[in-house]
């Protein structure tokens, strides 16, 4: 979709049809280098007396290859590529992926942000200006450092980054709302609690391992499941969806939890507190840049980090056991109620 006044060329817009996943065939400028350089790391592998044959004999074909290699990269794709940016540039626009589908979506830099900044605005962000990547990353080595248990000496340094960053958000437009609205998604990989993150998953999967009593694969499995359910004539079906899951799950609540489930489990007390010493140091790194702001949630999970999908799960599987006995089929963040009457719901 074109959301721009800019006017693209049939080349070019057979090649933005592609998707944001195509990739272009074209060579790096330096890709024969590199091909000799591994070349010859694989030479080393034969005995001494054979490499020298090798070495002549990948000697001649690079040489051939680069004989009939143009110097430039003409490749016709990469020009129009190159057309398009330029557009982009003089107009002030951008490309953004769609939501759904493989699809991508041409839109003003400036409305682009103003998605963005409309989401912060509606869901209760604190914006400041000062960075605490550099306190985060204090603080998840002191939690690493008080966790002999779970973390045995000589792997500890498994779970750092090294050179941290802040998380970055970005937006996926839903090009099936009205006003095109943004999906967030926020790249938590270089963040400070990252890997202690990803750790935490498996920890709580290892020593709370979940039911998911009322969870579904997907479409197949709930009609299946369905099918198998008692009907009346009043029987009303419907679909219930979580907006914005992660940033509206409860911190204080999810941890208590989280405390509940691992004592049902029978966890060894000590590992237990330092299972919730880790909640607490992952939880207080929601946060995220945008236009050089420091963007804080005050209350939920924290967008884009490993350890929120499990912990959600944490949270939602206790409001299905404990408050909603008709809840039937959960599928991700979408919620399938069976109710006898309309009136139920």
């Not at 590199?34 to 080393?44: D, G, P, S, V």
């Not at 202690?196 to 499941?225: E, G, H, W």
């Not at 799950?249 to 029978?266: A, Q």
């Amino acid at each position: 979709m074109n959301k721009t006044n800019i006017a693209f060329t049939d080349n070019e817009i057979h090649l933005l049809n592609k998707g944001p996943k195509y990739n272009l065939h074209s060579r790096k400028h330096n890709w024969l280098s590199t091909l000799a350089l591994e070349a010859e790391t694989t030479i080393t592998f034969p005995p001494t007396s054979d490499r020298d044959y090798y070495r002549k004999q990948v000697a001649n074909c690079i040489d051939k290859l680069h004989k009939s290699t143009p110097h430039k990269n003409t490749h016709p794709e990469l020009r129009t590529l190159k057309s398009i940016q330029s557009k982009l540039r003089n107009n002030e626009g951008m490309i953004a992926s769609a939501d759904k589908g493989n699809s991508i979506v041409v839109l003003p830099i400036r409305q682009y942000d103003s998605k963005i900044q409309d989401f912060i605005d509606k869901n209760n962000f604190h914006t400041s200006t000062s960075n605490p990547t550099k306190t985060f990353q204090n603080q998840v080595r002191k939690t690493i450092n008080h966790s002999p248990r779970l973390i045995p000496p000589s792997l500890k340094w498994k779970l750092i980054n090294l050179n941290p960053s802040a998380p970055s958000i970005k937006g996926l437009i839903k090009l099936h709302k009205p006003d095109h609205p943004i999906r967030p998604v926020v790249n938590w990989r270089n963040a400070p609690a990252y890997k202690l993150a990803k750790s935490f998953s498996q920890k709580i999967t290892q020593f709370a391992p979940l039911p998911y009593a009322f969870n579904v694969s997907n479409s197949t499995d709930l009609i299946n499941q369905l099918l198998q359910t008692p009907l009346t004539p009043t029987t009303t079906f419907a679909s219930l969806d979580i907006t914005n899951m992660y940033s509206n799950v409860p911190i204080s609540e999810t941890r208590k939890i989280l405390g509940d489930v691992t004592l049902n489990n029978m966890v060894d007390p000590d590992i237990r507190h330092e299972l919730l010493s880790w909640f607490d140091t992952i939880a207080k790194q929601n946060y995220f840049l945008h236009n050089n702001n420091t963007i804080t949630q005050k209350e939920g999970l924290a967008m884009g980090a490993p350890s929120s999908s499990i912990l959600s799960e944490i949270f939602l599987q206790h409001i299905e056991h404990s408050h909603l006995p008709r809840l039937t089929k959960k599928q991700t963040s979408q919620l399938f109620p069976v109710c006898r009457h309309p009136s139920d719901l």
